[in-house]
């Protein structure tokens, strides 16, 4: 069984911090690139931010970075998305995908392996 899986989602004010983990199982991430998307109700799926495994390479949209960091921990097979002063704006359904290879300077646009979502919601 080869997948993904996010979690961390929750309900936070604004200006909190929440930590999305990204496990991959049944495969190891070294050689993988990992990219996190998001999806708000009546809007596309978006991708927000990805990292080359390998040689660490990190790439934010312009709507997040100073604010969000995508790392890899090759020990725990896991990629995390650090989210700090969190806005309304990025309330969604946050999504973490893989990809073999490394890729630069833009984000994969297509993945093979994609997890099931997991809920942010930034409210007062």
């Known amino acids: 069984q080869e997948q993904v899986a996010e979690s961390g989602g929750g309900s936070v004010q604004p200006g909190g911090s929440l930590r999305l983990p990204c496990t991959a199982s049944?495969?190891?991430?070294?050689?993988?690139?990992i990219g996190w998307f998001r999806q708000a109700p009546g809007k596309e799926r978006e991708s927000i931010s990805c990292?080359?495994?390998?040689?660490?390479?990190?790439i934010y949209k312009d709507s997040v970075k100073g604010r969000f960091t995508i790392s890899g921990d090759r020990a725990e097979n896991t990629v995390y998305l650090q989210m700090n002063n969190l806005k309304p704006e990025d309330t969604a359904v946050y999504f973490c995908?893989?990809?073999?290879?490394?890729?630069?300077?833009?984000?994969?646009?297509?993945?093979?392996?994609w997890g099931q979502g997991t809920q942010v919601t930034v409210s007062s």
């Open positions: 990292i080359n495994i390998s040689d660490g390479t990190t």
């Open positions: 995908a893989a990809i073999w290879g490394t890729y630069t300077p833009v984000c994969p646009r297509v993945y093979d392996y």
């Open positions: 049944g495969f190891t991430l070294d050689d993988y690139a």
